[in-house]
């Protein structure tokens, strides 16, 4: 028996909700998050990417990596208003992506490509959630990043192994957050990339 979803927050926008209502109706299927989520859709998928949004000030636009089911890039949008780039090379999850942009009018575009052939003008902020390893990351991200931007990657357990491999190619400022919406989760921010 599937188990009930939990609540939005009573302060949670309309446009937040209708992404949230699509989001489980397309996971039905389309495999978006997994089907024993959905009952942490709030306080752990959502929770997670708007908690972005308060540990600095956020620029008019995003790169979001690997959008997929609109974590953390899509519902920055929603909620803060700012214009998120969402690059997913899941042709099913780029067409929810792109239903979620049209329903609920967040000011994002959505780009069915392999991040690494992603042509876009670099942006002020890049983020990813649950999509590679550090390194890779900062490989997709060198080119799509302004010179003075910052990176914001949700992580897990293994943080610190992925941030000393990360250093034998690259050199960056990091700053570590705890999650509030997973006890084993880090918020890396990152800025002064560049190779070594």
Known sequence: MPSTPDRPPPDAPPALRAYADLLLRW???????????????????IADSLQLGRLSELPPRAIDLGS???????????????????????????????EAVR???APAAVHAIDIAHAVLAPAPLVTARALAPLAKLLEFAERLLTPDGACLFLKGRGVEQEIAEARQSWRMQVQRYPSESDP???IMRITGLSRS
């Open 184 to 186: 084993a989760g880090v």
């Open 68 to 98: 997929g089911a609109g974590f953390p890039g899509l519902v920055l949008a929603i909620a803060y208003g700012i214009h998120v780039d969402l690059i997913e090379q899941d042709q099913r999850k780029a067409a929810f992506l792109r």
């Open 103 to 105: 329903v609920t009018g």
């Open 27 to 45: 996971n039905a299927s389309v495999n978006l998050i997994g089907r024993g989520e959905a009952r942490h859709l709030w306080t752990r998928h």
